[in-house]
């Protein structure tokens, strides 16, 4: 299974009220509804037409049908009770209910919202309606064609998108932003990129840990040259050069401050041509599709809070207290 590694599940019973409870017990058989992973994939597009550039939702149904073969089980995606699919820069009406059609699944559609933590969500959602046993395999995935798509743009072109209109979908997850939350104070101070917020943030950690500008700066390029080693290793990694320290905390044309002590490459991409997917079902129907235990990943433990604030109204920006207390 492609970037996932496998583990032997957690200790516990299986009375189906937490995830963490339905693992089984070491050496016995897991019970029917205890959620596993079986499929994983990526996909990286790097096309050198733009104008024939697979569009987000075909890379994400790719991707879907790669981690089917993952599995050993490529009929299971028509049997789907549940797409999720993470929100993305495409303005898609329901890309989960589009997919489920592709794979003649008669599936629950979900939506993600646009977040860094969106995929963790998705996948905690759907282990626990597993173990709750009100579904019993759902696949989630999640692309961008942005890279291609602005290439297409500068060349006065104009890409091409399916599933724009259509109802909604059945769920929504995660922190859904209105036309009013564009709208307060901090917007209008200029804070409206998490670039922008991450500096803030950042900045105070500098003041709290007692660095100056030039150690900070050195710390946190240090960091990313390190995961960008690792990278330049992934093929589908999307950078896979390895640039120095030096080179990514060091201004230049290429390189130019997004907010500091931010450069472009201390800064997330969404500008990829990537997708990726997981397929997670219940050990009972993987039992049925055949797919070994070997192939099986079982979800521990998820734990997230959700804390929206503003940032002109926090007491602190180098903590969060109520995180803390999750924590």
């Known amino acids: 299974m492609r970037g996932l590694r496998r583990s032997a599940p957690a200790r516990g019973g299986s009375d189906g009220r937490a995830l963490v409870s339905l693992v089984r017990e070491q050496g016995?058989?897991?019970a029917d509804r205890t959620p596993v992973i079986v499929g994983a994939a990526q996909i990286a597009q790097r096309a050198d037409d733009p104008a024939l550039a697979r569009?987000?939702?075909?890379?994400?149904?790719?991707?879907?049908r790669a981690a089917a073969e993952d599995a050993g089980a490529p009929a299971l995606l028509a049997q789907a009770d549940s797409v999720a699919i993470c929100q993305g820069l495409t303005s898609y009406a329901n890309p989960a209910a589009w997919l489920a059609a592709r794979f003649g699944a008669t599936a629950e559609s979900v939506l993600g919202s646009i977040s860094g933590t969106s995929v963790q969500q998705l996948v905690a959602d759907a282990a626990?309606?597993?173990?709750?046993g009100r579904r019993e395999l759902?696949?989630?995935?999640?692309?961008?064609?942005?890279?291609?798509?602005r290439r297409l743009r500068r060349a006065g072109g104009k890409p091409a998108r399916s599933c724009a209109e259509g109802p909604p979908p059945d769920r929504k997850l995660?922190?859904?932003?209105?036309a009013a939350d564009w709208k307060g104070p901090d917007i209008?101070?200029?804070?409206?990129?998490?670039?922008?917020?991450?500096?803030l943030f950042?900045?105070?950690l500098r003041h709290r840990l007692g660095l100056s500008?030039?150690?900070h700066r050195a710390r946190i390029a240090g960091l990313w040259s390190r995961n960008a080693r690792v990278a330049a290793e992934n093929p589908y990694a999307w950078v896979r050069r390895a640039p120095s320290a030096e080179e990514i905390a060091t201004p230049a044309p290429d390189n130019p401050w997004i907010a500091a002590p931010y450069t472009k490459l201390l800064v997330a991409n969404m500008v990829v041509d990537q997708a990726a997917a997981l397929i997670l079902t219940s050990a009972g129907r993987a039992r049925r599709l055949g797919i070994p235990e070997s192939r099986w990943i079982y979800p521990h433990a998820s734990v997230q809070a959700v804390l929206v604030r503003e940032v002109s109204r926090r007491d602190t920006l180098a903590t969060e207290p109520p995180l803390a207390r999750v924590a």
């Open 138 to 149: 759902v696949l989630i995935a999640g692309g961008e064609a942005e890279s291609s798509a």
């Open 174 to 178: 995660g922190v859904q932003l209105t």
């Open 188 to 199: 209008s101070a200029g804070l409206s990129s998490p670039a922008a917020c991450f500096a």
């Open 128 to 132: 626990l309606a597993i173990g709750a």
């Open 28 to 30: 016995r058989p897991a």
């Open 55 to 64: 569009e987000p939702l075909l890379l994400m149904e790719d991707a879907l």
């Open 213 to 215: 500008v030039e150690e």
């Open 202 to 204: 950042e900045t105070a």
